[in-house]
């Protein structure tokens, strides 16, 4: 693979120099359009308030994120040639996220992200019940999870938005009130970081994430197999026919879940293997090649040739999902009324293992009275010349 060359996205020509603070344009329908995300995200849930609020950069990047959910509505990069694309699916207005079936776009993941097996755990002798909702299993913290939640703004500055969540003893089922605080912060390096922080009063377990679905082509363009992708991760999780994991993680060696060098993610996706057939296509936990817990490692790189964008993915976690949009059909219709296709996004969410509560193997998700949960996510983007 050649090397990325990341260039400064000032000035490239002039459709983004002509585009306002507020609303920028291009032919193709790939913009946020912030008076009309405002109007529709300016809402009131259960007596609580939801806005929209941008961030930007000095390269013409902008990010959209709404405090239902610590959603990402919209990110939008210049592509090679200048163009602003929007690269995250979502939708153009609150309602749509309260009444259309993917819950999950863009927003933060808890308490829990990923899945419990059966939907229950014990911790110091206690048996906690979750609610199942996806199949036996709990997914994404059930579903009165984060995502679907109104965040306390604590502060908004042009690239920066901190937002706070109290997660209530035994909501959805976990022990402890859990005060949660993420802060986006879009930088000039062309850096979305996300910064998740968290404590509790009563022994808990917790595995934040945020769970927005890329398409480095563009939203609502028709697929993601011909991105680039690398992981930089030896092992990952084989899973049983509901996705838990079994076992101890196995070798990427020889196997269509081979991404240590730059590999089309449709290149094996569709070959004669269990782990294919078990997740429909990628849908796996890959841990993450680390010399230490609290490391800071690249966890992956994807390179889109049709526009030029990359995207390379920095975290503190063990671990990195791999979800290559296998349950995307076409029903859903989204921003700028474009149709989400199956497998147009994928999606890399930076995490500790599934069902870590239930297997002692796997490193610790347990937060105790007096301990912060502390890690940090960086999404970096740039050219590819």
């Known amino acids: 693979m050649k090397k990325i060359q990341l260039i400064a996205f ?17 032919e193709n329908g790939q913009v946020l359009d912030s008076t009309a995300l405002k109007a529709a995200y300016t809402k009131s849930i259960n007596g609580q308030k939801t806005s929209i609020y941008f961030l930007t950069n000095t390269n013409n990047i902008t990010a959209a994120i709404t405090n239902f959910g610590g959603r990402i509505v919209g990110l939008t990069v210049p ?21 259309k079936p993917e819950a999950y776009f863009g927003a933060i993941i808890g308490r829990y992200g990923n899945r419990i ?27 009165k ?31 402890g009130n859990l005060l949660v605080k993420v802060t986006y912060t879009l930088t000039n390096e062309n850096e979305l970081r996300m910064e998740y922080e968290a404590s509790t009063d009563k022994t808990t377990v917790v595995n934040l994430t945020n769970h927005a679905y890329y398409n480095l082509n563009g939203q609502g363009e028709n697929t993601i197999t011909n991105h680039e992708l690398t992981i930089f991760a030896s092992n990952y999780s084989a899973v049983d026919s509901t996705l838990i994991p079994v076992g101890a993680p196995v070798t990427v060696k020889g196997t269509p879940f081979d991404f240590t060098l730059p590999k089309l993610i449709g290149k094996d996706i569709g070959v004669e293997h269990v782990q294919i057939k078990n997740g429909l296509g990628y849908d796996h936990n890959f841990v993450l090649d680390k010399q230490s817990p609290d490391e800071q490692v690249k966890a992956a790189e994807v390179y889109a ?11 503190t976690e063990p671990a990195i999902q791999f979800y290559s ?9 989204g921003k700028k009324n474009k149709q989400y296709p199956y497998r147009s996004a994928f999606c890399l969410e930076t995490q500790h293992y599934p069902d870590a509560p239930n297997q002692p193997a796997f490193p610790s998700t347990q937060l105790a009275p007096g301990k912060k949960y502390q890690t940090t996510t960086i999404y970096k983007f740039g050219i590819k010349k």
């Open 10 to 26: 000032i000035g490239l020509i002039s459709l983004m120099v002509h585009c306002s603070a507020d609303n920028a344009s291009n």
């Open 79 to 99: 592509d090679k040639n200048g163009q602003a694309t929007d690269i995250v699916l979502g939708y153009d207005s609150l309602d749509h996220y309260l009444n």
């Open 117 to 143: 097996a059966k939907a229950q755990f014990k911790l110091n002798d206690t048996l906690y019940q979750l609610t199942a909702n996806n199949g036996p299993n709990s997914l994404h913290g059930g579903p």
């Open 145 to 175: 999870g984060f995502h679907n939640q109104v965040w306390e703004v604590v502060s908004h500055q042009p690239n920066q938005l901190v937002l706070s969540y109290l997660s209530k003893d035994r909501e959805e089922g976990y022990p």
């Open 305 to 315: 040739p049709n526009t030029g964008i990359t995207m390379e993915v920095f975290t």
């Open 325 to 333: 949009g296998n349950f995307l059909d076409g029903s859903l219709i």
